[in-house]
């Protein structure tokens, strides 16, 4: 079992820049692949960013290319979102999420396992 946690949403200005974290439990999280999803108000949950178990393979989805980067520190069980140049589309819930299956990065919801509560990021024009 996997409990995830994420921090760092907030307000910014559009132009800035948030950083995302996701703490999780358990003793596999290194064995995880984690990713990173967002949803906005009447819209469906979007797949952002994934990593796999040793940060190997990234995986982006297009709209965030170039301006997010997701990163992982197995050591202290935590997965991280860096978002530059936010814009006011960027304004979402978002959800970190693990799946067991390492190896790989995975973009559909029904891949992965266990989600977090999400946080609220608001981009502000």
């Known amino acids: 079992q996997v409990q995830l946690v994420e921090s760092g949403g907030g307000l910014v200005q559009a132009g800035g820049s948030l950083r995302l974290s996701c703490a999780a439990s358990?003793?596999?999280?290194?064995?995880?692949?984690m990713g990173w999803f967002r949803q906005a108000p009447g819209k469906e949950r979007d797949f952002v960013a994934a990593?796999?178990?040793?940060?190997?393979?990234?995986y982006y989805a297009n709209s965030v290319k170039g301006r997010f980067t997701i990163s992982r520190d197995n050591a202290k069980k935590t997965v991280y979102l860096q978002m530059n140049s936010l814009k006011p589309e960027d304004t979402a819930v978002y959800y970190c999420?693990?799946?067991?299956?390492?190896?790989?990065?995975?973009?559909?919801?029904?891949?992965?396992?266990?989600w977090g509560q999400g946080t609220q990021v608001t981009v502000s024009s």
């Open positions: 999420a693990a799946v067991g299956k390492g190896y790989g990065c995975y973009d559909p919801l029904y891949e992965y396992d266990y």
């Open positions: 358990g003793r596999t999280f290194s064995t995880y692949t």
């Open positions: 990593i796999s178990w040793a940060g190997g393979l990234l």
